[in-house]
């Protein structure tokens, strides 16, 4: 400890709040490599970039392969697509079996429809 | 010396802030090196535990961390943010540390604790200058501290204790006179005219 006593000088508080201030400075511990390194791994566990976490928290949904119409045409468009394909079948169906050929007995139906309309019916298509 | 609070270190502080927000990971390196020395002493004076110190460091630390994203630079220095935090975190485990007290008739821990400072003293000068901060009153025992120990601004401190700089213009005055006085009365002993 040095003594101030030995100076015999006017006491000046500001010096002595001065020297207490050093004092404390050089007597207070300082951030060691170990602090310093579990501050810094605390920011880097903060700092994550959430793209970089998703792969843990988040599993995307798996793929399947699009149709075509998909494909051609976006799923949207592809399902409105489909449905015109199914409707313009059924019309088309409609129309090459016309009501009006057949005969109102008591033969079983798919005879009728052999009799009305061969082309369809027929062994060859069959 | 304290990362002080004064302009130039705030903006500093504050745009270092901001690049670790955007996930600049030199800009954490910055701010440490800039703020865990004076988080560091803060929690050493007030708790006198270098382990406890450590601890409590590290924890405001990792709250300006999680604090970056949604900090705003202008309201709120990141030093002065950060030393709340610190005092916080001490009177907490101050307040712990006496379980069998009821935390109503528990006194207010002091910050900083005057044993503490008296033992880094390195002249009896000093030591006696420790001693008689501490038994300064509370208010003007900080506003003393901040000023002559930590470096800061009178507005900031001002801020800090939620006072006008004229107040803390006065709380240094008496702190000072009080401290001239007690000295005066010590002076013979210590070998001053």
Not at chain 1, 58 to 83: C, D, H, I, K, N
Not at chain 2, 38 to 60: H, I, K, P, T
Not at chain 2, 100 to 118: K, R, T
Not at chain 2, 141 to 146: C, G, K, S, V
Request: glycine share 6%.
């Amino acid at each position: 400890m040095t003594d101030a006593t030995q100076h015999n000088a006017k006491f000046d508080l500001d010096e002595a709040l001065d020297a207490l201030s050093r004092d404390a400075e050089a007597g207070s511990p300082r951030p060691g490599p170990d602090l310093v390194a579990r501050v810094l791994a605390g920011a880097a566990a903060e700092v994550q970039h959430p793209l970089e976490t998703a792969d843990t928290t988040y599993q995307a949904p798996v793929a399947r392969a699009p149709s075509v119409f998909e494909a051609l045409f976006g799923w949207t468009s592809g399902a409105v697509a489909a449905m015109a394909l199914s409707l313009a079948m059924g019309v088309g169906l409609g129309m090459e079996l016309d009501p009006g050929d057949l005969p109102m007995t008591e033969e079983p139906v798919t005879e009728q429809f052999e009799l009305a309309d061969g082309s369809l019916f027929n062994e060859d298509f069959l | 010396m304290a990362v002080t609070p004064d302009g130039d270190g705030a903006e500093r502080d504050a745009e270092l802030l901001a690049r670790f927000a955007a996930g600049d990971q030199s800009a954490a390196r910055a701010l440490t090196e800039r703020l865990l020395p004076g988080a560091l002493r803060q929690a050493w004076r007030m708790l006198g535990d270098q382990v406890e110190a450590e601890d409590v460091a590290q924890d405001a630390m990792l709250k300006l961390w999680k604090q970056a994203s949604t900090w705003r630079a202008g309201e709120a220095k990141a030093s002065t943010w950060l030393y709340r935090v610190v005092h916080n975190l001490c009177i907490d485990r101050m307040r712990r540390r006496r379980p069998q007290v009821p935390v109503e008739d528990a006194p207010e821990p002091v910050d900083p604790d005057p044993s503490v400072l008296e033992r880094m003293a390195q002249s009896q000068t000093s030591a006696v200058v420790a001693k008689a901060i501490g038994t300064l009153p509370e208010r003007q025992r900080q506003a003393l501290m901040l000023r002559h120990f930590e470096g800061w601004s009178n507005p900031d401190i001002g801020a800090e204790l939620g006072c006008s700089v004229e107040a803390v213009e006065s709380l240094l005055a008496r702190a000072r006179r009080q401290l001239a006085a007690i000295m005066s009365e010590e002076r013979e002993a210590l070998g001053y005219d």
